[in-house]
């Protein structure tokens, strides 16, 4: 099946880190990726996995790979005014299909 | 760099009326290309991707079409426009190398149907 869910809120203080939460069911994929919508704008990857990894740091962003219970998430560290979005969990279906999640919105508070 | 060009911004057209939407690639050669919607709620619903010139698949019933005349230009059309239509158009793209590609968005067209 293709179905990725996340929380759609999350609420944190600027310099907290930030962690969000996403669960797929096709476990077959083989990438796993993260997306960043700033308001009024298109998608920007932030990041992806291969499903063969555990974990992937890249500058303040870290993902953690759980493929046995199905669970990717993203952690944010240092977390930034300027890391306000909604933020999309996605996992490859096939060659050409992503299943993307409805997306996290993330509010940093000052 | 590759980029990604989508037009127009924004674009307000009344029901029943013809549209088109363009999306241009640069950078790259024979990339996938695809049409995303995302309605209010946020969920992206994948409309079209083609994979060659003229190669167009449908994942959804709609009335909308999609065709690519050359490498990289992506075209999004209606002949008629239904209030349902509105939402929100995202182009993107990826290199055709198999799964794992990611996709690469552009920056969107609001589209409001009165």
């Not at chain 2, 990289?72 to 993107?92: E, H, M, P, T, V």
Request: glycine fraction near 8%; aromatic fraction near 10%; proline fraction near 4%.
């Amino acid at each position: 099946g293709e179905d990725v869910e996340q929380s759609l809120f999350l609420s944190v203080r600027e310099g907290d880190s930030s962690v969000i939460n996403c669960t797929y069911t096709d476990s077959s994929s083989t990438y796993l990726y993260w997306y960043k919508q700033e308001p009024g704008a298109g998608l920007q990857l932030l990041t992806y996995i291969f499903s063969n990894m555990d974990m992937k740091q890249d500058q303040r962003l870290t993902v953690l790979l759980n493929k046995k219970d199905k669970h990717l998430s993203l952690r944010i560290a240092d977390t930034q005014t300027g890391d306000s979005a909604i933020y999309f969990c996605a996992e490859s279906i096939n060659d050409y299909k992503l299943s993307f999640g409805a997306g996290t919105t993330v509010t940093v508070r000052a | 760099s590759q980029t990604i060009h989508q037009w127009p911004a924004t674009l307000v057209q009344p029901v029943g009326s013809p549209l088109s939407l363009e999306c241009t690639v640069e950078g790259t050669s024979n990339p996938n290309l695809y049409w995303y919607r995302q309605a209010a709620g946020r969920g992206l619903q994948l409309l079209f991707y083609s994979v060659g010139i003229g190669q167009i698949s449908s994942e959804v019933p709609q009335n909308l079409s999609a065709s690519r005349p050359q490498d990289r230009q992506f075209i999004l059309s209606s002949k008629k426009l239904l209030l349902s239509d509105s939402g929100f158009y995202l182009c993107a793209w990826s290199d055709s190398g198999g799964t794992g590609q990611p996709q690469h968005f552009g920056d969107g067209t609001r589209l409001s149907i009165l």
